[in-house]
Each structure stands twice: as C-alpha cells, then as structure tokens.
C-alpha cells in the first residue's frame, strides 16, 4: 500500500505561485488514481485536483480550474500541484492520496477514507500579505 510524504508549501503573497511535491512509497505508484486534497483551519478537508494512474484527463475543483495544474512522474514516485496565482482562501494544509476512480468527482480511495493514519504529515501553504 501507497504513503507518501508531502514537501513544498511554504507562506506566499496573493498572486504567488508554489509547486508541492509528494513523494509515494510501498507500492507501484502507477496502479492507482492520485489526489491532492487540502485542509484549512476549521473546515473538513476537500479535494484540490486528482490524476489517473497513466496521467489522463484530470479533475480540478472549481476553485482551482485554471490555476493549478496536477502531474505525476510514475518512474520517481512522484505526484507535482504546480499551483500559480494563489489566493488567500487556498491556505490550508495539502495531502495527497490514493483515489477512488472518478469522472466528475473524486474522492480518497477506501483505505484512506477509513483510516486516517493511512494520511501523511501534509505541507502547509499559506497566502497572505
């Protein structure tokens, strides 16, 4: 099974841009759709962006269309959120996961959403001026 350690955030201005990583390890990364979901303060955590297994089509919440972009590299293990434009409502702790299959929605996949040790230590982003 997949776990993944997440690097990358740090505190921006509006409009800045930042690239998280994250980094698989224990399984064949290739096998499975990947998420990036994030967590602000007081709120339940929501999807940012998922990607099939080969890298097709991906999904983008509606908050982050147009200025995100999700990619994977499956020979390092790694999942990249180039995430340009920032605005102050992206704040919030960002993980990445295994997902369900998904079309229209994308949600974590049945281990992680029963388990929440499956879950890494996320990177915090932070904008604010």
């Known amino acids: 099974q997949l776990y993944f350690v997440e690097s990358g955030g740090d505190l921006v201005q509006p409009g800045g841009s930042l690239r998280l990583s994250c980094l698989a390890s224990?399984?064949?990364?290739?096998?499975?759709?990947i998420g990036w979901f994030r967590q602000a303060p007081g709120k339940e955590r929501e999807v940012v962006s998922c990607?099939?297994?080969?890298?097709?089509?991906?999904f983008y919440s509606d908050s982050v269309k147009g200025r995100f972009t999700i990619s994977r590299d499956n020979a390092k293990n790694t999942l990249f959120l180039q995430m340009n434009n920032l605005r102050p409502e992206d704040t919030g702790l960002y993980y990445c996961?295994?997902?369900?299959?998904?079309?229209?929605?994308?949600?974590?996949?049945?281990?992680?959403?029963?388990?929440?040790?499956?879950w890494g230590q996320g990177t915090q982003v932070t904008v604010s001026s």
């Open positions: 996961a295994a997902t369900a299959p998904f079309q229209s929605t994308c949600v974590p996949n049945h281990r992680f959403q029963r388990d929440s040790g499956s």
């Open positions: 224990g399984d064949t990364l290739d096998d499975y759709p």
């Open positions: 990607i099939s297994s080969r890298g097709g089509i991906p």
